[in-house]
């Protein structure tokens, strides 16, 4: 069904709200979110990073790697940083985990930080996560990663996604 002036675009990336007549003739506000997508444009991007705990797979304990240096960033930035990472026991002085399915507490995003080839199970991982305990609704796949088919997937599953765009660069762009 088409809306006129609303794109199928936007309104994937919008969260719509109804208005429910309920007894009494009082009105209750429900929001339905809109199916979940390929994240490309600003609007997508900036609710993303409105994230308050992100798991960062692949988070290096060597500065000067961008797989230290980005969730630094974001640690100062006020994000809860959880790192997963089985070779290191702590990373930015957050205890390291060897997967996010190890993790306890509730995640936001999914920050990846591992080559390409390796996102199908990592996605998979998110996916599983998601459906289980309705967390981690979102991945970022950081520049130079991407894999179109384990997105799309992720996507049909109800995962926002993002790839081939550097997390610390968007939020400097938009949040400044």
């Not at 069904?1 to 007894?23: F, I, Q, S």
């Not at 600003?42 to 500065?63: F, H």
């Not at 996102?119 to 309705?134: F, K, M, Q, T």
Request: charged letters at 30%; a negative charge; hydrophobic letters at 45%.
């Amino acid at each position: 069904m088409a809306v006129e002036g609303l794109t199928a675009e936007r309104l994937a990336a919008e969260v719509l709200v109804a208005e429910v007549l309920v007894a009494g003739d009082a009105f209750n506000r429900v929001a339905l979110e809109a199916p979940r997508m390929l994240i490309t444009d600003d609007e997508g991007l900036d609710r993303l990073l409105d994230a308050e705990t992100i798991a960062v797979v692949g988070c290096s304990t060597t500065p000067g790697k961008a797989a230290h240096d980005v969730p630094e960033y974001l640690q100062d930035r006020g994000y809860r940083v959880i790192p997963v990472n089985p070779y290191a026991d702590e990373v930015l002085g957050e205890p390291a985990y060897d997967s996010l399915g190890e993790i306890e507490e509730a995640i936001d995003l999914v920050d990846v930080f591992r080559p390409s080839e390796e996102v199908p199970e990592i996605l998979d991982a998110v996916r599983e996560r998601h459906g289980s305990r309705g967390d981690a609704g979102a991945a970022w796949l950081q520049l130079g990663i991407s894999h179109d088919e384990a997105a799309a997937d992720a996507a049909a599953d109800g995962i926002d996604v993002v790839q081939d765009r550097c997390i610390k660069v968007e939020h400097g762009r938009l949040r400044g």
